[in-house]
C-alpha cells in the first residue's frame, strides 16, 4: 500500500464493513431471546440464508488469502485441499449425514457422539473439537491481522488483536443470527470481488487464453495438475509417502470436517431438513464455482508479477492484484470482501467452540441448568474462545497450513466413528473411544516416523518437515482408527452392547430415506 494514491479510499471500505458488522450484532442480540436462538438461530434459516452460510463457513481466510499463496507457489496440487477437498465434504455429507443430522434435532455434533455412545466419548470429543477451533479461529485472525498490516503498516499484532475484538464482540452480541445475516452480505461481496479481479486481468491481458497464459507456480511443473505428477510425486514426495500426502489432502477436509460443530451447526439451523439437503449441495456448488478463482489468481500472478515472490510476501498476492489490475473503487470493494471474509468464518469457529462447552460439558455436571443460565454461559464461553485463540495466532501465524490442520485432528480421531457410525449397528462405545485413541496416537507416532524423510526432502526446513510430516501421517492413521473402530466394536458386542441412534429427546432416530437424493420435496 506504500505510495498508492486510494488507500484511504480503500481503509474506509473496510472501517465501513467493521461498523456495518457491530451494528448487524446488535440487532440480532434483539432477537435472541432463548439458546437455541443464540446458537441455531431458532432453527427457521431458510435456503436462500442457509447455503451462503454453510457456504461462509469455511470460504475465509483460507480460501482466499491462503490459498491463492500456496496455488502461487504449488498450483493445483497444494489447494487439492481446499477448495476441492471442503467441496467433496459438502457433497458426501449431503448424501449421507445431513438428513439424519437434522432430523434427530442435533444442537452439537457430539449430540451424536453422546446418544449413539456414551458420555466418554461425548466429552473427549468435545474436548478435542474447542482445542482444535482455537487453531482454526487463530488462522483467520492471523489473516485478518495481516490484511490491516499491508493496509496500514501496523504491526501484525496489532491488526489481530482489533480482529479478534470485533468478532467476539458481535458474535457475543447476536450469534448465528448475526453470524447468518453477515454471511450472506460477505458471500456477495467476496464473490463480486472475485470476478470483478479476474475480469479486470482478462480485459487486461486481452483474454481468456492470455489469462491462463500467465498461470505458473513456483515449484510444480504442471500448474493445472490435480493429481500427482511424473517423476515429481505429490508436492515433491514420490512412493508411498506421495500418496499417503495425496490422499490427506483430499480426506483432510473432505472427510475431516463432516463431524466438525461449525458445518452441522449450519445445517442444523435450516428450517427443515429438505432445506438443510438443498443449501447443502448449493454451498458446495457456489464454494466450487467462487473458490477455485482464488488459486486461479495466485497461479496469473506468477507471470503478471514475477516468479520470485519471497514467501513472506506471497500470502499479499490477492491484495496486490487487485491494487494492479483493478479500478480504486472496485479494489476497495474487494479488499473489504476480504476483510468481511476473513471474519465469517472466525465468527462460526467461535461459536462452535462456545456451544459444544455449555451443551456438552456443562450440562454433563449440571443436568438442570436453566435456559438463560445456559445462554449466559454460552456467551462467556465465546469470550474465551476468543481470547484463547489470539494468544495462539500471536505464536503461529502460517494461515493455510494452521486452518487445514484443525480438521486433520478431527480425521483421525472422529470421522471414522461418527460416519460410519452413523449407518453401523453393531458399533459400540467401545469401539469408538479405540478408533479415536488409535487414530490420534498412530499419527503421533507416525509423524515421528515420517519426519527423517521430509527433513531430507524440505532441504533440512524444519517447520517444512514438521508440516508434511502431519499431513503424510495423517493418511495411515485414519486407516488405522477405521480399522480399530470395526475390529474392535465387533470384538466387544457381549459386554458393550450397541445403542441405537436417538435424537435430542431420545426417541429412535427414523432412517426412512436418509440419504439426501430422489425426492426433496417436503
Not at 96 to 107: D, E, S, W
Amino acid at each position: 500500500m506504500e505510495g498508492y494514491e486510494y488507500s484511504g479510499m480503500i481503509i474506509a471500505g473496510i472501517v465501513i464493513i467493521l461498523i456495518i458488522r457491530l451494528i448487524i450484532g446488535y440487532w440480532a442480540s434483539r432477537k435472541v431471546e432463548t439458546n437455541v436462538d443464540y446458537v441455531l438461530a431458532g432453527r427457521r434459516l431458510p435456503l436462500w440464508m442457509a447455503a451462503p452460510s454453510i457456504m461462509a463457513t469455511w470460504f475465509a481466510a483460507e480460501t482466499l488469502m491462503g490459498s491463492s499463496a500456496t496455488a502461487y507457489q504449488y498450483g493445483f496440487q497444494g489447494v487439492v485441499f481446499d477448495p476441492f477437498g471442503a467441496t467433496m465434504c459438502l457433497v458426501v455429507a449431503g448424501v449421507f449425514i445431513v438428513r439424519i443430522a437434522r432430523r434427530a434435532q442435533y444442537v452439537t455434533i457430539m449430540d451424536f457422539f453422546q446418544h449413539r455412545y456414551g458420555t466418554a466419548m461425548s466429552v473427549i470429543g468435545t474436548v478435542t473439537q474447542i482445542i482444535t477451533y482455537f487453531g482454526w479461529t487463530a488462522a483467520q485472525i492471523v489473516a485478518g491481522g495481516s490484511i490491516l498490516q499491508a493496509l496500514l503498516g501496523w504491526p501484525l499484532s496489532t491488526g489481530m488483536i482489533l480482529v479478534a475484538v470485533i468478532v467476539t464482540l458481535y458474535t457475543m452480541a447476536g450469534g448465528l443470527w448475526a453470524d447468518t445475516a453477515l454471511d450472506f452480505m460477505q458471500m456477495f461481496l467476496t464473490s463480486f470481488g472475485l470476478i470483478m479481479i479476474v475480469t479486470a486481468i482478462v480485459t487486461n491481458v486481452g483474454g481468456i487464453k492470455e489469462f491462463f497464459g500467465l498461470a505458473g507456480s513456483q515449484y510444480v511443473s504442471e500448474p493445472f495438475a490435480l493429481w500427482p505428477i511424473k517423476d515429481e510425486g505429490y508436492l515433491g514426495y514420490t512412493g508411498s509417502p506421495g500418496w499417503f500426502y495425496y490422499i490427506a489432502a483430499w480426506i483432510s477436509l473432505g472427510l475431516g470436517a463432516i463431524p466438525a460443530q461449525d458445518y452441522l451447526q449450519r445445517t442444523c439451523a435450516s428450517k427443515n431438513e429438505s432445506t438443510a439437503v438443498k443449501a447443502t449441495y448449493l454451498a458446495a456448488l457456489l464454494y466450487l464455482s467462487f473458490g477455485v478463482l482464488s488459486p486461479l489468481i495466485g497461479m496469473a500472478a506468477y507471470g503478471a508479477i514475477g516468479p520470485d515472490l519471497p514467501m513472506e510476501e506471497t500470502e499479499f498476492i490477492l491484495i496486490t492484484m487487485a491494487l494492479k489490475f483493478l479500478p480504486p473503487v472496485l479494489a476497495a470493494v474487494f479488499v473489504a470482501a476480504l476483510a468481511s471474509a476473513l471474519m465469517s468464518t472466525s465468527d462460526s469457529s467461535m461459536l462452535a467452540g462456545a456451544t459444544m462447552f455449555t451443551e456438552n460439558i456443562i450440562k454433563v455436571f449440571k443436568p438442570d441448568i436453566s435456559d438463560k443460565t445456559q445462554l449466559l454461559m454460552t456467551r462467556l464461553s465465546l469470550l474465551v474462545s476468543g481470547a484463547i485463540s489470539l494468544l495462539i495466532a500471536m505464536f503461529a501465524t502460517t494461515i493455510y497450513k494452521l486452518a487445514v490442520l484443525s480438521n486433520t485432528s478431527i480425521l483421525v480421531g472422529m470421522a471414522a466413528p461418527y460416519i460410519i457410525g452413523m449407518y453401523w449397528k453393531k458399533a459400540n462405545h467401545t469401539g469408538a473411544l479405540a478408533s479415536f485413541f488409535s487414530g490420534v496416537i498412530s499419527w503421533l507416532i507416525l509423524t515421528f516416523v515420517f519426519y527423517p524423510q521430509t527433513y531430507v526432502a524440505c532441504a533440512e526446513d524444519v517447520e517444512c518437515a514438521t508440516w508434511d510430516a502431519i499431513y503424510i501421517a495423517s493418511t495411515p492413521a485414519f486407516i488405522t482408527s477405521v480399522v480399530f473402530f470395526i475390529v474392535v466394536s465387533l470384538l466387544t458386542q457381549k459386554f458393550d452392547k450397541p445403542k441405537e441412534l436417538t435424537d435430542i429427546n431420545g426417541k429412535v432416530v427414523d432412517f426412512h430415506r436418509p440419504f439426501g437424493f430422489g425426492d426433496l420435496s417436503e
